[in-house]
């Protein structure tokens, strides 16, 4: 009777032992899973000032007439005009290509007409000497070329992925430093990340537009991104 008493008192204890663990236990979980659910969402930004490494001019011009192949010889001339305005200045005869043409038919009074249009692209990446060109695109009028709406030089970017890298780290630095203001506000202490969106890189002109005949971009550019991270508080 004393052993089966004895086997009972520890039985008994053992069973207040795990209660009390087991309190514990579910104690510190919901704890830990109040802890958990608690972060902030901050967005970082980061920015930086580029030069574009391609410039791409195309050029728009047309000429009318009765007479098809006299229209053909005029714009042949044209052609020439422009080749030799970018030779001058120094551009490899293969940066200017053809991009197009075409020959439309019309009828003013009974009388046949010809309008052939002729497209010319240049693209370059010598950006510096693109500007100049189109700094000095009026000496193309004064040899008798008129260029057409939509003749606009645009500069690009090309080398984006060479800085995203580094930009990611800036943006995600800036997001910490927000989530740490927040903490410090707030009383408490940043964590790890608990996840992060990555939103998507923009170019655009530095300055803003630029429009104008002929140049439709400008070679500053400002490169963007911003980044959506969602940080655990402690």
């Not at 008798?144 to 890298?165: A, C, M, R, W």
């Not at 943006?171 to 969106?197: L, N, P």
Request: charged share 25%; glycine share 10%.
């Amino acid at each position: 009777m004393e052993k089966r008493g004895s086997w009972a008192v520890i039985a008994a204890a053992l069973v207040a032992l795990g209660l009390v663990l087991g309190g514990y236990l579910l104690g510190d979980g919901l704890r830990r899973a109040r802890a958990a659910d608690r972060s902030v969402t901050v967005r970082g930004l980061a920015e930086r000032d580029v030069t574009a490494d391609l410039a791409v001019w195309t050029l728009n011009y047309s000429r009318s007439g009765e007479d098809l192949a006299a229209v053909r010889a005029q714009i042949d001339g044209d052609t020439g005009a422009i080749r030799r305005f970018f030779a001058g200045l120094g551009f490899p005869a293969d940066a200017l290509r053809p991009a197009g043409a075409s020959v439309m038919q019309s009828y003013d009074n009974g009388v046949q007409r010809f309008t052939v249009t002729q497209r010319l692209q240049l693209r370059t990446g010598d950006v510096a000497r693109a500007q100049r060109a189109a700094a000095r695109q009026f000496d193309l009028v004064r040899d008798g070329v008129v260029l057409q709406e939509g003749s606009g030089l645009s500069y690009s970017f090309t080398k984006l992925n060479d800085i995203k890298p580094s930009m990611v780290a800036e943006a995600t630095r800036d997001a910490r430093a927000s989530a740490e203001q927040f903490a410090k506000d707030s009383a408490t202490g940043v964590g790890a990340i608990k996840s992060a969106t990555q939103g998507y890189f923009s170019v655009e002109p530095r300055d803003g537009d630029q429009g104008g005949y002929g140049v439709a971009d400008t070679p500053f550019k400002k490169v963007r991104v911003v980044t959506t991270v969602d940080f655990y508080l402690r």
